[in-house]
């Protein structure tokens, strides 16, 4: 499996030429990653190419990827070449100054959940991440398999869509109350002097 293995969101130093992300096969065969994409929060994709070997490491700095990570409340996404989401990284609160995101552990629950551990530490670009896990471990849990053109409905479009859903309504209401005197007397009980 491909995963993204470390982030360095909060370089010393300008972050355009200090932040990377990192990848690692974990597996016993190379991955074609021809038509994966990276993704950030703020919808900024990466198309990725290339080769990655079994147990290796593929170093993506940002002069290349053109991606910014945030310092705050950081995400990234992976999916494979049909679009489905195979991994995510994702930090609460703030970076800390010169310091990797490092994944030291991954398991999936019985819900294809994915339960990622990370930690704060070193960077270690290119190479296998060095930070223990015994202190201040980073949990966090994804659905796997999402695609990558998934909409979804937030808040803000939810009470748009309602609105929307609502003056239509109120629009064919009226209509139908001006051209039938009927459905006028069943909301407004006989009030002829409505129709006119």
């Known amino acids: 499996m491909i995963f993204i293995n470390e982030l360095l969101p ?38 990725l190419s290339g080769m990655i070997d079994p147990n290796g490491y593929l170093l993506l700095p940002r ?3 053109k991606l910014s990570l945030k310092n705050t409340d950081g ?14 990284s994702a930090f609460d609160g703030s970076a800390p100054e010169g310091e990797s995101f490092n994944r030291v552990g991954y398991r999936a629950d019985a819900n294809s959940a994915a339960i990622q551990q990370f930690v704060w530490g070193k960077p270690t670009p ?37 609105l929307f859903t609502g003056m239509i309504f109120a629009a064919i209401l009226w209509y139908a109350m001006k051209r039938d005197k009927y459905i006028a007397q069943l909301f407004f009980g006989g009030d002829e002097d409505f129709r006119r």
């Open 126 to 162: 290119g190479t296998k991440n060095g930070v223990a896990a015994e202190t201040n471990i980073s949990e966090a849990y994804y659905r796997t398999g999402i695609s990558l053109n998934s909409y979804s409905l937030n808040g803000v479009s939810v009470a748009g869509l309602s």
């Open 10 to 47: 909060n370089p010393v130093g300008a972050d355009a030429k200090g932040e990377f992300i990192e990848l690692w096969n974990n597996g016993t065969a190379p991955v074609n990653l021809n038509g994966w994409i990276l993704r950030t929060d703020a919808k900024k994709r990466f198309k």
């Open 75 to 88: 995400k990234i996404f992976l999916y494979d070449a049909v679009g489905a989401q195979v991994d995510q």
């Open 63 to 65: 002069s290349e990827t």
